[in-house]
């Protein structure tokens, strides 16, 4: 039975979901900041029409879940990043079609959208038996000092506030 679910579950949402991340980290990483000549625009052409039918799709399957039961749909951790990958992909898409001068804001969504997506692959990976026993260790230890990962968290906004306080003091 589980093979039937496994072919299922691969062919049907992971593969897409690598195409889908393929796409949007060409485009996110490379392709967004140049400009539409030559075969930089077949690029930017193929990225597109692959990105926004798959990221329809996908918002498709995320609203389905969350219609169903969104309180339990946003106490998952995998759900929320789920969702957050998807307005991050949206706003930075919609952004660099727009108004692609915007590019600081363009690279600190973009950023955010490329590292939730890689985080979700590692998850994904959980679907074949050699990764899956080390996804789950690495999820546990995550887990496991998640108290001391909000301390550091802490530490490093404490420098990094006073870095940015004193780099108000140099010259342009």
Known sequence: MWKYYYEAICYRLFMPYIVYMLA???????LAYVPWTGIFALGKLVCLVIFFPSYVWFFGLELKQVKGDAAAYFSNFWNVMDF???????????????????RDLLYTISALA???????????????KPFSAFI???SEIVYDIRIFAVMLAIVF???????VILNRNRDP
């Open 157 to 163: 906004i404490a420098f990094g506030n006073c870095i």
């Open 136 to 138: 789950r260790m690495i």
């Open 84 to 102: 957050i990958s998807l307005i991050a992909c949206g706003t930075f898409m919609v952004f660099s079609l727009i108004t692609p001068e915007s």
């Open 114 to 128: 490329v590292l939730i997506l890689w985080m979700k692959l590692f998850y994904w990976l959980r679907l074949f």
């Open 24 to 30: 949007f980290t060409a485009y996110a990483s490379w």
